[in-house]
Structures are given as C-alpha cells and as structure tokens.
C-alpha cells in the first residue's frame, strides 16, 4: 500500500486565552519599562489594569492535544465531534490557514479546501471577473479557471447576470456562483467544512450530491459535519474527537456511539435534574410530565407532554422571556418554544424568588426518535443576563398507530401530522 | 505534490517557488484593484491623475505664491509635481501593504494562499498609477521645457528607473512592517495617516533640501531615505538639487533593512496571526 494521503503526527494546537497580549502600545511600553527597571511587570500593571493584563499566560487552551490519524488516498473521512472539539482548528490547520503548536501534517497530493464558499467574491466585480478570481484564490492556475469557465457558469444556472456585479445578485444567486465555483476545484484531497450548512434545502442537498461524486470518483475527502445523516451517508470512515483528543476512530458505526454518548451526555434522560447553578441562573429542576402529571422521558406520537422546571434567576428580570429549543439527534434545530411569543413583557423574575414553569405541548407532532431540549432564560433588556443550557432534557418520541389502522408510521421525515384523507372518484 | 505542515517553521524559511505558483492570483489581485476601485465612478482611472494635480496646484499656490519658499529657477508646478510622483508611489505602496493583513482577514481566514502576494500586488497595482501619474507630469515638464523655462535634464536621469525600483522596495519594507505589528498594535492603523503625512513633509517635497541649513537638521533630513530619491529625481529633470552620493548610498542601505527585515517579520507573523485577529 502506498503511503497515506494525509498523516497527522501529534498535533496540537494551543490558544491564549483571555486578552492577548497587551493591546494598545501605551501598555506595551509600560510592560517594557517595567522590564527595564526589572520589576515584575505583571504586578505592576496589574494594578493599573486590574484583569485584562496580570491574568495572561497562565490561561491556556488546548484546542487540539496530541492528534494522530492517517487517512488513505480514496477514503472520505468524517469529523465529528461536540462543540469546541477541535473540528475547526483541525480544518484550519490542514488548510494551512494558521499552524500547528506542536506537531505536523503530511499531505500527498494538491489540496482544496473550502471552509466557505465565495471567499474572495468582491461586490463591485462582475460574476465573470468573480469566477476567475474566487478559482483563484481556491488554488486553480487561470487557464484552468478557463477552460472550466463554461461549465461552471452553466451548472450556477446564472448565464444572464454573468456579466453583472454581484452586489446585484440575490442571495441566492450569489452562492449558487460560489458554490459552482467550489464545485469545479478538482483537488485530490479535499478539505471541506459545514459549508453545506448554509443555503437553503435545495442548495443543501445540490452541495450533498456534490460531495457524494466527490467521494465516488475515488478522492480524499475531510468532512467535517454536525450532520450526522450526511456523514453516515458519505463517509466511509469517522474520526471522533473529544475536547481536542481523538475519541475514536473506525466506520461510521462511530457515529451511533457518537449519538448514543450525547445521549447519555444530556443533563438529564428524562429524570430530575439536581441542581445547575450558573452566573445569573439556578436551574433546580427539570423534567417532562405526561398528562397524569407524572415523570417521564417517553412521549407517544401525537400525543400531549408537558415540561416542567423550576428556575431562580440571581438578578432582577423585568423584561424576561423562556425558551426551549428542541433537536433531533442528528443537531438539527427542529421548534422552539419562546414565552415571548405569547407573554412578550409580561413575564418578569425576581431577584432570588424560585419561579415553576410549565409548558405543555398539547400533541407532539415529532416522528419516533431521540430528541433533546435546550433551555434559555433571557433578559430581553440586558442581554447579557442570559442563560443557555444545552441538552437539559433528552426524550424519547415513541411510534404508534395514531391513525387507528394497526399501523405505526414509519420513520421517514422528522414531523409528522395527523391527515384525515378523502376521496372521490376512485375506489378506496 | 507533498505538503508539510509543521509547528515551528524556521523563520527565514520563504517559500519563492510558492509564490511563483501563485502568480495567476497576483494578477488578478492586481486586476481587481485597478478595476474595483473605478467601478460606478464617471472619470474612473482620471481621479488619479486629478487628485496628484489639484495637490500640485494647492502647493503651488499655498507653498509657492503665499509662503515664497524659495525653490530656485524651476517652474513651482514642475517642482512640486516630480516630488509628489516618487512620493506618491511609496505613500501608496506602504498604504495598501500596511493593511493587506488587516484589511483582507475575511479571506485569509478561510483560505490559504502566500500571503506576501498580497503586498507585492500592491506594488504593482501602484506601479500603474505611477505611470498615470508619471505621464501627466512628462506633459507639463515637455510643455515648461518647451516655453524655455530654466530646466536642464541631464545624465542624472538615468537614474530613474533606479529610483523607481527603490521607492517600490522601500515602501513594500515599510509596508510589510506595519502591517505586521498592526496585527498586535491597531493603534497603528489610526497613527498610519497622519504619520504618512508628516513624513511627506519630511521630505523635500514642498521646499528643496538645500534650503535647510543647519547641521543637525541637514542630517536629520538625510537619514530620511527618501530624500535622496526626492532630490536625485528632481535633479535629473531640472538640473536642479543636490546630488549627494553619500545619501543616495544610505537611502539604499535603509530601503534594503527594511525589505529583507520586513520580510522576514512578515513572514514570522503570517503564519498565525489568524488566532489574533
């Protein structure tokens, strides 16, 4: 076997966290006479400029620990991984937009990154002219550009505004250009972020069904995705990194694990949450009811459920409002439930008074399958009282035979409703 | 093709033949400066060659006819015009490289490419207003040498296309240090101008350097490099000027420093200054 398209050897990456050195040149100065009088000069700044200074150095933040894997000519490699697990900052590092702290990368063969699409497009400029440049700065030589310009052009659907400038277009327009830009980049290691996630659902499954022909006509990919069914879909491997380290690695099967472990990572799998404390907020309790009243963590199809919890806020709220967010396994964001939509101004908290919130869902239009609930406090007025807990409360959407017939639906979309059909003119 | 990315790349490591590689892009980087810049606009590319004569104009009259300032036999507009086109070339050069960092995050962020391109397109970007610049005032000196005014171009004027390279390297020095040290200090971004400005008047631009008589600031004025390719330039067209080989010598001695230490700070702050952006 030759040797692997890519091999990372122990990479790490390391932030500064807090202010970043000192900001203005009149500190640096002060630092530097300090050091000059051979003073400490943390102290003595410190003094003058009490947090941002005397705090750096000490904090630091390892985005990345340590990561080794190898990825073999022809293989689509998915990354996945929570929030700040080191997905982007790989990325970026294998991009080469910024380096490593320690450690390093072996990449065979010409690569093509895309960690967004019409990076470089200049309003002013025309389509045409924005082609030429965005392929560019994607790493095409110009007559490459050219000798593709036709059919990238034809494949953005857009031959009419070519020659316009694209603050003209519509947003549409625009990524559509891009997009068919980054489509004709024939690297043979393709470095690609969640670029996908924007653009609408059209766009989204055109950007899919690109990357699929990508991955089948037998080159590289590093896909990195919150979208769980597109990378089980088009990986044929799965790299899972967890606050910068790799988890696991192996098939897609990683993914399930995945999924299953942020299961089990939600606060609370329908039970009681004891306490979470944070800087403006008490969350005591949380828990779905059903209409007994009673705890649970499964909700039949169809019908009602109730959340429940119990919150004191630590300031004074007059203007507040309270919101659920509710996801599917694979991350996507699927309702959300504001209390400003019906009680905009009305709700206030007190400083110190434990308040019990019920809201209740009076049926659960969700299609069979684990869903997590996000909670949010918010200070409508001073924004920066807010309170975000993620996955506070998981639950279990039970299938069952909503229609009568024996029959329980299958799984095939994320919503469902319950439709009453009719008919005439035909035998039923 | 093998790509190595390793932590903690020697500092003096320049990749040339990346660059190279990347020379479809300088163009184009190029192209759209010149062309961006004029979209939406009547008089398009003329603005550049309006904004250098209303200045010419302003000094003339300002520096000229209110404040006397004694600039020999030259006519004032030829004086002040063959300045302000070296002057010109190096303000905008160090103006676009000050901020190629800064000023293009949004793209560097998301994509690689050598970013010492960006620079090196604003010396050719400047390069064609220069030649703009540059044939406005061939066309009023060719008018004043017809009309007999006192001015004797003479063999200093060979020396120009040098002047030209050294006001190019120079600013592209000056420029790649700003913009890496801005990248830490934005105050820089807001000192920029306005240093850009008085450094122009530290220059013999609106007065001819003969004028100042004191040692020291004699001195002072010489260590400035771009005195010396003021007054040479100036020198080859008119015939008057100093010719003082020494400045000449140190103006280069300076412009080298600062391009090759430029170069090298740029090229240690390049690599990731995106987690300071």
Not at chain 1, 7 to 16: H, T
Not at chain 1, 205 to 234: D, I, Q, W
Not at chain 1, 405 to 419: L, S
Request: glycine share 10%; with cysteine.
């Amino acid at each position: 076997m030759s040797e692997p398209a890519i091999r990372v050897e122990g990479l790490s990456k390391c932030y500064q966290l807090g202010a970043i050195g000192r900001h203005t040149l009149v500190d640096e100065m002060q630092h530097l006479w300090c050091k000059i009088r051979g003073r400490d000069p943390s102290a003595v700044m410190g003094k003058v400029f009490s947090s941002a200074v005397s705090q750096r150095s000490d904090k630091e933040f390892w985005a990345l620990k340590d990561v080794s894997f190898e990825v073999r000519a022809g293989e689509v490699l998915g990354v996945i991984g929570g929030n700040g697990a080191g997905k982007s900052t790989l990325l970026k590092i294998l991009s080469r937009i910024t380096e490593p702290t320690a450690g390093g990368a072996t990449i065979r063969g010409r690569v093509g990154s895309l960690l967004e699409v019409g990076t470089g497009f200049h309003p002013e400029l025309t389509g045409r002219e924005n082609v030429f440049m965005n392929g560019t700065i994607l790493g095409m030589k110009r007559r490459e550009v050219a000798a593709k310009f036709d059919e990238i052009v034809a494949f953005s659907g857009i031959e009419k505004f070519i020659d316009t400038p694209v603050k003209r277009y519509s947003s549409g327009m625009y990524v559509r250009l891009a997009f068919a830009v980054a489509a004709h980049l024939e690297p043979e290691i393709l470095v690609v972020d969640e670029v996908l996630a924007v653009g609408d659902a059209e766009f989204q499954k055109r950007c899919l069904g690109k990357m699929g022909e990508v991955a089948n006509a037998g080159r590289t990919v590093l896909f990195v995705s919150h979208n769980m069914a597109a990378v089980r879909r088009l990986c044929s491997n799965c790299l899972w990194l967890i606050d910068g380290k790799v988890a696991r690695t192996g098939d897609v099967s990683v993914v399930e694990e995945y999924l299953h472990a942020s299961h089990e990572g939600a606060l609370a799998v329908g039970g009681r949450v004891d306490r979470v404390e944070k800087e403006h907020m008490v969350l005591s309790e949380i828990e779905l009811v059903n209409g007994n009243g009673g705890r649970t963590n499964r909700v039949n199809m169809g019908e009602g459920i109730g959340l429940r919890m119990v919150v004191c806020s630590k300031v004074d709220m007059p203007v507040a409002s309270i919101q659920f967010a509710l996801f599917d396994e694979s991350g996507n964001r699927i309702a959300a439930l504001h209390s400003q939509f019906t009680h905009l101004e009305s709700l206030s908290l007190k400083k110190g008074t434990p308040v019990e919130v019920r809201a209740t869902i009076a049926s659960m239009n969700l299609n069979s399958g684990n869903y997590f609930v996000n909670l949010g406090v918010s200070d409508l007025v001073l924004k920066g009282n807010s309170f975000l807990l993620e996955k506070v409360l998981s639950f279990e959407v039970v299938p069952r035979d909503v229609h009568g017939v024996n029959v329980t639906p299958q799984k095939d979309a994320v919503v469902f409703f319950p439709v009453q059909w009719e008919f005439s003119g035909c035998d039923v | 093709m093998v790509t190595e990315i390793r932590a903690g790349q020697p500092w003096w490591k320049i990749n040339v033949r990346e660059l190279v590689e990347y020379r479809d892009l300088l163009m184009l980087l190029v192209k759209r400066d010149l062309t961006a810049v004029y979209k939406q606009t009547i008089l398009g590319p003329l603005w550049f060659v309006i904004q250098p004569l209303v200045t010419t104009v302003v000094f003339t009259v300002i520096f000229g006819t209110v404040a006397q300032i004694d600039v020999g036999e030259v006519p004032h507009f030829v004086f002040y015009m063959s300045g302000l086109v070296f002057w010109n070339y190096f303000a905008g050069i160090l103006n676009h490289g000050a901020g190629s960092l800064i000023s293009n995050s949004n793209v560097l962020k998301k994509v690689y490419f050598p970013r010492l391109i960006i620079p090196i397109s604003g010396v050719i970007t400047q390069l064609a207003h220069l030649g703009l610049n540059f044939l406005t005032f061939l066309g009023f000196y060719v008018w004043y040498l017809w009309q007999g005014a006192g001015l004797e171009p003479n063999r200093w004027l060979l020396l120009l296309p040098a002047l030209v390279l050294q006001c190019a390297l120079m600013g592209l020095g000056f420029g790649l240090w700003v913009s890496s040290l801005t990248i830490k200090y934005r105050d820089l971004k807001f000192a920029l101008p306005f240093l850009i400005q008085l450094w122009m008047y530290a220059t013999p631009i609106v007065y001819p350097a003969a004028l100042v008589v004191t040692p020291l600031y004699r001195k002072i004025l010489w260590l400035n490099p771009m005195t010396a390719v003021v007054e040479f330039g100036r020198h080859g067209f008119t015939g008057q000027g100093s010719v003082y080989l020494g400045g000449l010598a140190l103006s280069w001695g300076v412009t080298l420093f600062m391009l090759v230490s430029g170069l090298l700070l740029f090229n240690r702050v390049q690599r990731t200054f995106v987690d300071t952006l």
